[in-house]
């Protein structure tokens, strides 16, 4: 296991509805980066956290945003959910020196109905 | 832009045989990561191997090793002695060194299935 965790495991929207995912990075990562995956494709970056500031953004629109707290977890924020959202949501976390090899947690499945 | 290429969407290998899955990879920075994951169905990627750039030798990791060929812009992963558990999706992912971010692009993932 790699340590990092993601809440909920699984949830269940609606249309136009809110959403926030959480992600507690492993021990000693200080950088956290949260991907898009949806069914049948490879994941696709959204943004990532670095010292609590966004540190570099993929192609999503500004409904998708998120937080990074002083302990490096994170919070991925969905506002104004669409039907094409509805995939699973990978957090990964980092150091930013080395490899930098990206460590993912669980994920997060969301249906938005 | 980054892209990776992976053409391969399937993949079947009997048990203790070897299998390569192929990788191919663009980009004009001169320094990147390569990287190789692993998606059982539970949906956790696990990461297997790393290749830099400019590393002089192939990265290898147990039972796994990557096939760089800097020239060609392949990165192939060869798993030898395929075990059961290792039927899972498989992702080739590259990292540039740009200025910003240090987001992973991936691959459209290839499906191992290794058979008894």
């Known amino acids: 296991e790699t340590g990092v965790t993601q809440s909920p495991t699984h949830l269940i929207k609606t249309r136009g509805q809110q959403v926030t995912l959480r992600c507690s990075s492993q021990?000693?990562?200080?950088?956290v980066s949260w991907y898009q995956q949806a069914l049948g494709q490879g994941p696709q970056f959204i943004f990532q956290?670095?010292?609590?500031?966004?540190?570099g953004r993929g192609n999503f629109p500004p409904r998708f945003s998120g937080l990074q707290f002083p302990n490096y977890s994170s919070e991925l924020n969905v506002n104004a959910l669409e039907l094409d959202d509805s995939a699973l949501y990978l957090c990964?976390?980092?150091?930013?020196?080395?490899?930098?090899?990206?460590?993912f947690g669980p994920g997060t499945r969301l249906t938005v109905l | 832009a980054q892209k990776i290429t992976q053409t391969q969407p399937g993949m079947f290998v009997q048990e203790k045989e070897a299998v390569t899955l192929d990788c191919t990879y663009d980009?004009?920075?001169?320094?990147?990561?390569l990287f190789w994951y692993k998606q059982p169905s539970s949906g956790e990627m696990i990461f297997l191997i790393y290749?830099?750039?400019?590393?002089?030798q192939n990265a290898t990791e147990g039972r796994y090793s990557l096939n760089f060929q800097k020239a060609r812009k392949s990165a192939n992963l060869v798993i030898s002695a395929s075990q059961l558990g290792d039927s899972a999706m498989y992702f080739c992912?590259?990292?540039?060194?740009?200025?910003?971010?240090?987001?992973?692009?991936f691959g459209s993932g290839t499906r191992l299935q290794v058979q008894p």
């Open positions: 990964a976390s980092s150091l930013t020196s080395g490899k930098n090899t990206q460590y």
């Open positions: 021990s000693g990562h200080n950088t």
């Open positions: 956290y670095y010292r609590e500031e966004e540190n």
């Open positions: 980009t004009s920075d001169p320094s990147y990561g």
């Open positions: 290749q830099g750039s400019y590393d002089q």
């Open positions: 992912a590259m990292r540039v060194r740009d200025t910003g971010r240090r987001a992973l692009t």
